[in-house]
Every structure is written in structure tokens, then in C-alpha cells.
């Protein structure tokens, strides 16, 4: 960061309501500073030499040259923590999504105009975003290889030891989670066990960050409905406003969703996710926790590490932000703590001494 002990943000927006409105917010925390406005790409280049902010919020999309083209630009020539800013839109999520491939370290929707019923929630969600990114490591990220290659068409045969469905891979992510989750996902076989994932994001995006993911993944990868029946070459998302948890029908996992109060500020909350898994699959399970701000999970991670479950939390190195994770390391939840290309390898062999599912009402 800069001399300061606050955080310098400069504000890229198109709108002069919306800049006004996110530095008077910003202005107001403890430890936040918005050192100057920009309204376009052009002026934002030049103040960014001129003011050197640790951060930037940028609009995803402003005339002139759009925020991904800005983006990609900015991160090869000058790679900085970057917060989108996102309209609620089909297309809003979809250029938001790209952003974050390209190195954003998170998002942020767009104030609402009548804002101050909800001000505390927005200013407390915004100046937490801003405080990670100002954490985070930031690196360009090359394009995910397209999916339809000749495997994706004609896929080799996996081994046969994970055609059941008595296994289930379990991961959790936040900041920085969007792309350190498809990247374990890339690393998973089209036969792999059932997986369920938890990450932190908003509910309009969770469905098309799913199909981003679907596109580029050789399993199916979808948003969690309840009532899902968890089948081998799938993964289920938690919907952006629901928990996902793991119940037991007879043999099979069922996806539950819950409306119930947000855990560790978050709707879903991947100590949801994890209790529940602990408790329908016992050892019959792999977790792993990855980058993301604060804590939830690592309770959850040391309640499956407890009963005898391979855990992984993601490492320093290769995290965004490694709050969560390290949090879990520090009370002794990982069994591994490992880099996130080594963490889809590791989840499968860490299933290799589970034992077979049984059909019973019980704790496994």
C-alpha cells in the first residue's frame, strides 16, 4: 500500500452519481481513502500514474473502451487490486465473470439509488471487499482452454473405483474462489465423485458462473436445485441466497437448500456445507478449503478433519487471500495444506480409503 495507513481507492465509473456515491460511502470508513474519481478508462490511466492507489473499483462497463478491455490492459501493464462494480443483469454477470478471470479480485453490485435502507449492509460489504483486495495477490490469468477438445467429445475412461456414488468431494471458496474453484474442477476427471461447492457470491451469478464453469469443466457443473440427486461427473453450486447442504436418502446424497440465517455473514456459508457433509458422509468424503477473506469454513474443515476425513486447505502461495484457509491451518483442520494445482489430484486420492456407503439413518 501506499505511505498512509489507509487504503488509497481510486473510483472508475461512468456515472457521476454512482462515483459520488461510492466515495462518500468509501470516505466514511475508518481506514479507507478515495484519493480521486475517473470516468472513463483514459482519465483512470492517467490518475492512476499521478495518484498511485492501492485499489481500484472499476465499472464493468463504460464508453470509450469497456472495463475488460481497461482490465486487460491494466493487468498486463500494470497489475493492481481490482474491485468490479456489476449492474444486475444477465449481461452485468457475464462480463463481471470475465473481469475476474482476467485478474479482478471480487465484485461488487452497483448502489442501489434508494440505498439507505441497506447502507450499513453495502458500506460493511464494500469497504470488506476493498480491504481483501488491498491483501490480495494479484496476477494476470491466462483463458481457460475451451472444453470442447477431443477428450471433451470422446473422453478416455476414468478408473472404475469412482462410478459409485458412495463418494463426494466437498470444496469452499470466497475471494478470489471463482477461478481457484474451476481450476480444481479442470483437474477432476468427467467420472469423478460428486462434488459440492460453496462459494461466496451473489444470487444472479451463482447460476451463471456455474455454466461458465460447465463450459470449460469436463464434468457437468451446475447450479444446486433441492431436492438434486448427487450423481458421479457432477458438480452442484449453492445458489447465491440459499445454504447447500448434503442429506442422506437411503444410499444416495441429496442436495437440501436453506433460506436460514447467513452464517459468518454469508448466505451460503461453507460451514453449512461442510457440517452437513461431515454429517451424511463421513469419511466417505474429501474436503478442501481455498482462498477467500475471514473464516467460514475452517470450523467446518475441523469438524471432517476430526472424524478421520482427508482436508485440504489451499496454500499462502497460491491463494488470493489466504484468511480462510489459514485460519484453518491454524486450528489444525488440514490434513494437507497444498498448491491449488496439486489440490484436484490430491482429493481424489484422499478417497481411496473410504469405505463403502451403507444405508443406514445414522451418524456414518
Not at 500514474?49 to 472495463?67: H, I, Q, S, Y
Not at 444410499?251 to 437440501?256: F, L
Not at 499462502?316 to 497444498?338: F, I, N
Request: aromatic content about 4%.
Amino acid at each position: 500500500m501506499g505511505e498512509s495507513s489507509s487504503i488509497r481507492v481510486l473510483v472508475v465509473d461512468d456515472s457521476a452519481l454512482v462515483r459520488r456515491m461510492l466515495s462518500e460511502i468509501l470516505d466514511a470508513v475508518e481506514g479507507i481513502e478515495v484519493v480521486g474519481t475517473a470516468q472513463d478508462p483514459f482519465v483512470a490511466r492517467d490518475r492512476i500514474k499521478a495518484l498511485n492507489p492501492d485499489v481500484l473499483t472499476l465499472d464493468v462497463e463504460m464508453p470509450r473502451m469497456d472495463g475488460l478491455t481497461f482490465l486487460r490492459n491494466l493487468m498486463r501493464l500494470r497489475p493492481m487490486p481490482v474491485v468490479m462494480v456489476s449492474s444486475l443483469t444477465g449481461r452485468g454477470a457475464e462480463v463481471t465473470l470475465q473481469a475476474l478471470e482476467l485478474g479482478a479480485v471480487d465484485f461488487v453490485t452497483k448502489p442501489a439509488l434508494d440505498l439507505a435502507n441497506s447502507l450499513g449492509s453495502y458500506r460493511d460489504e464494500l469497504a470488506g471487499k476493498i480491504r481483501a483486495a488491498a491483501q490480495a495477490r494479484v496476477r494476470a490469468r491466462a483463458p481457460a482452454p475451451p472444453r470442447y477438445s477431443v477428450d471433451a467429445v470422446l473422453p478416455q475412461r476414468a478408473a472404475r473405483r469412482f462410478q459409485t456414488t458412495d463418494r463426494l468431494l466437498a470444496i469452499g471458496a470466497s475471494t478470489g474462489g471463482t477461478e481457484a474453484v474451476k481450476d480444481v474442477l479442470l483437474g477432476l476427471p468427467p467420472d469423478s465423485p460428486a462434488v459440492v461447492i460453496a462459494q461466496h457470491i451473489p444470487a444472479g451469478f451463482s447460476g451463471a458462473w456455474a455454466e461458465r464453469m460447465n463450459r470449460v469443466a469436463r464434468l457437468v457443473v451446475k447450479e444446486a436445485a433441492e431436492g438434486d440427486r448427487l450423481m458421479p461427473g457432477h458438480a452442484y453450486v449453492a445458489p447465491g441466497d440459499r445454504h447447500l447442504l448434503v442429506v442422506r436418502d437411503g444410499a444416495r446424497y441429496v442436495c437440501r437448500l436453506s433460506p436460514g440465517e447467513a452464517v459468518n455473514r454469508h448466505r451460503p456459508s461453507v460451514d453449512v456445507l461442510f457440517r452437513s457433509v461431515a454429517q451424511a458422509a463421513g469419511t466417505n468424503a474429501c474436503a478442501a478449503l481455498l482462498t477467500g477473506m475471514g473464516v467460514d469454513g475452517a470450523r467446518g474443515l475441523k469438524e471432517l478433519h476430526d472424524l478421520g476425513v482427508y482436508t485440504i486447505a489451499q496454500d499462502e502461495a497460491t491463494s488470493v487471500v489466504w484468511g480462510m484457509p489459514g485460519e484453518a491451518v491454524k486450528r489444525g483442520a488440514a490434513t494437507a495444506v497444498l498448491a491449488l494445482q496439486d489440490i484436484a489430484a490430491a482429493l481424489l486420492s484422499g478417497l481411496e480409503g473410504a469405505a463403502p456407503l451403507r444405508a443406514t439413518s445414522g451418524h456414518p
